[in-house]
């Protein structure tokens, strides 16, 4: 028999794999004739905020495709709630390529501090839709396979207790020092690639 969420995670793949390539086309190849008798390594260097943009979107939406493809080897049913919250997760990660153009304009120019907000408030957002969708399915087991890891499923709980409040810290952040801000936003995305049984035990033995 066919997985019930099947189609919801070909769904998700697809969206993920379209928000991931779209990030690219912020990369403008520049052109002598925009500044006149400047050398075209100097052009590209002047794109540094688009780089740096583009690598830290590409790191987060990645990682996000990872840690749906460990959410859904746990959730083995499906309901209408299920699919609603999961198009609300995909929503944000289809918005993801706004937010990145915008800090790539802005970054390293005086309005920076605002465009670092609205680019880390996007996942703040996204931090709690993965948790209301990953709590709704593991309450009561209502959408887990019988042979549910409890274990694991209570790592995975816990490393994401922390994501919304630390994303929030993150876009508070971004008032005060930008680079930090973002700084800790890439710090949070590699924490969540880590798997949860592994961030937990370091956890405890640290």
Not at 33 to 55: E, G
Not at 64 to 88: E, G, S, V
Not at 167 to 194: D, H, K, M, Q, R
Request: no cysteine.
């Amino acid at each position: 028999m066919d997985k019930e969420t099947a189609r919801i995670e070909a769904f998700s793949d697809g969206v993920f794999a379209i928000a991931i390539t779209l990030l690219v086309l912020e990369l403008k190849i520049p052109h002598e004739d925009d500044v006149a008798h400047v050398a075209l390594s100097t052009l590209l260097l002047r794109q540094w905020p688009d780089y740096v943009s583009f690598v830290i979107s590409f790191t987060f939406i990645g990682i996000m495709w990872i840690n749906h493809h460990r959410l859904f080897n746990h959730i083995k049913r499906a309901d209408n709630t299920l699919m609603i919250l999961n198009l609300l997760l995909l929503m944000g990660v289809t918005a993801v390529p706004f937010p990145t153009a915008v800090l790539g304009q802005h970054l390293g120019h005086y309005d920076d501090r605002l465009a670092a907000m609205v680019y880390n408030g996007t996942y703040v957002v996204i931090a709690i839709v993965f948790n209301v969708l990953w709590r709704y399915a593991v309450r009561n087991g209502r959408l887990l396979g019988r042979d549910a890891d409890l274990e694991t499923i209570g790592h995975i709980s816990k490393q994401y207790a922390f994501g919304p409040l630390l994303y929030l810290a993150s876009f508070g952040l971004a008032w005060v020092n930008v680079a930090a801000s973002l700084a800790l936003s890439f710090a949070l995305a590699i924490f969540f690639a880590i798997p949860p049984h592994v961030a937990t035990r370091h956890k405890r033995e640290g």
